[in-house]
Structure formats: structure tokens, C-alpha cells
T-cell receptor, first 115, second 112 residues
Framework: DTEVTQTPKHLVMGMTNKKSLKCEQH?????MYWYKQKAKKPPELMFV???????INESVPSRFSPECPNSSLLNLHLHALQPEDSALYLC??????????????FGPGTRLTVT | KQEVTQIPAALSVPEGENLVLNCSFT??????LQWFRQDPGKGLTSLLL?????REQTSGRLNASLDKSSGRSTLYIAASQPGDSATYLC???????????FGKGNQVVVIP
């Protein structure tokens, strides 16, 4: 099974709302990622968790808060977002062994619209 | 900083023709290279992964080659079909670093 699942598929939220995106994988991968993708652009890395610890934060605004409750789950908590944060949010996972990283598998994404 | 380029940005081919997509990168010290397919509004589907020690990988009608010395990878899709219409992204991974450097993609349309 090479599936990464994401919920919800679509999300519309106001600038004062608090919402969360969820990602799950059961491939035993120990690295999990959040990406943001705008239309006609490649994905941009936001956060990386390695063995449930945050290893990379690409200077993402604090209104985005990641969480990795266990090795299979990854959340992205959203608060006080701006309209320019509207995008497709992608989760990915990969195997990680002794600092080496392998093929990344992506989920279907959450289409976020901030009104 | 690794720079990844995919040219052309968009191309159309008649059904049945072979597709050739090119990816170039500036730093040859790569760990691996991954080709993805993305349909509009969807996530990325991994097509092929080539490790730095490999020269090519094949899966069905797809073949990807890697020439580290010249900083190039090529994705071949044999006998293209309308279902191959999508954006194809090339991404380069570095040693000890799980960041992928993405190209901007090739948007492909296969005309029936």
C-alpha cells in the first residue's frame, strides 16, 4: 500500500477561523512533509518531520502550526489565515534510514480557500 | 542552491507519438531524482525514482535516464495516449537532505 490520505479534500475558511488539515500514511515511513502549491507552480516545502520531530521549517508564518502526534499522522493547524494562503496543501511521506531519504509519496491534497 | 529546469513548459503531441521530456539541474552532487505526474487540482503521483548510482529506470511505457555529469534526466513515454495528458514534474534530492528541488514542470497534451 503506497497511499497517503488527506482530509478534508476541500476547505473554505474565513480569516478568523481555526481549522486543521490531516494526513495519514501506513507505509511505516518516518519522514513526513507539508507542501504548499499555488496554481501553475511546483510544490513549495513548508515543514518536514523526521521520526516525529520537526526537522525543517522553511520560515513558514506562525499562523501555520504543524503537529506530528505519531509516526502515521501529520496535522497542519491553521489560524488567522490570509487570502493569499489559498492553495493546494499537499502531504507527503518517505522512508528515512540513517539520514538517507527515499521516494516521496504524495497525498491527493486539500484545496484551501480563505475568504 | 540546486536549480532544476524543465523545457518546454508546455507541449502537444498526437496520440501514438513518443514523448520526450527533459530535466536539467545545476549541481551534479545529487542523491536521487524523481519524476512525478500531476493531474489538474490533484496530488503528485510518483512515476520513477532514479538513485544517483543508476543510469535509468523503466516502468511499463515509461523510461527515465540520468546523466549526472551533464546534469540531465530524460523521461520517455512510449506510444503516448490521451490519458498521458498531465503535468510532469522533475525533482532532485540531495545527500543527507530531504528537500526536493522541483522543476516547474512540462504540461503535456496528447491529441487524439
Amino acid at each position: 500500500d503506497t497511499e497517503v490520505t488527506q482530509t478534508p479534500k476541500h476547505l473554505v475558511m474565513g480569516m478568523t477561523n481555526k481549522k486543521s488539515l490531516k494526513c495519514e500514511q501506513h507505509m511505516g515511513h518516518r519522514a513526513m512533509y507539508w507542501y504548499k502549491q499555488k496554481a501553475k507552480k511546483p510544490p513549495e516545502l513548508m515543514f518536514v518531520y523526521s521520526y516525529e520531530k520537526l526537522s525543517i521549517n522553511e520560515s513558514v508564518p506562525s499562523r501555520f502550526s504543524p503537529e506530528c502526534p505519531n509516526s502515521s499522522l501529520l496535522n497542519l493547524h491553521l489560524h488567522a489565515l490570509q487570502p493569499e494562503d489559498s492553495a493546494l496543501y499537499l502531504c507527503a511521506s518517505s522512508q528515512e534510514l540513517k539520514g538517507s531519504f527515499y521516494e516521496q509519496y504524495f497525498g491527493p491534497g486539500t484545496r484551501l480557500t480563505v475568504t | 542552491k540546486q536549480e532544476v529546469t524543465q523545457i518546454p513548459a508546455a507541449l502537444s503531441v498526437p496520440e501514438g507519438e513518443n514523448l520526450v521530456l527533459n530535466c536539467s539541474f545545476t549541481d551534479s552532487a545529487i542523491y536521487n531524482l524523481q519524476w512525478f505526474r500531476q493531474d489538474p487540482g490533484k496530488g503528485l503521483t510518483s512515476l520513477l525514482l532514479i538513485q544517483s548510482s543508476q543510469r535509468e529506470q523503466t516502468s511499463g511505457r515509461l523510461n527515465a535516464s540520468l546523466d549526472k555529469s551533464s546534469g540531465r534526466s530524460t523521461l520517455y513515454i512510449a506510444a503516448s495516449q490521451p490519458g498521458d495528458s498531465a503535468t510532469y514534474l522533475c525533482a532532485v534530492g540531495a545527500y543527507g537532505n530531504n528537500r526536493l528541488a522541483f522543476g516547474k514542470g512540462n504540461q503535456v497534451v496528447v491529441i487524439p
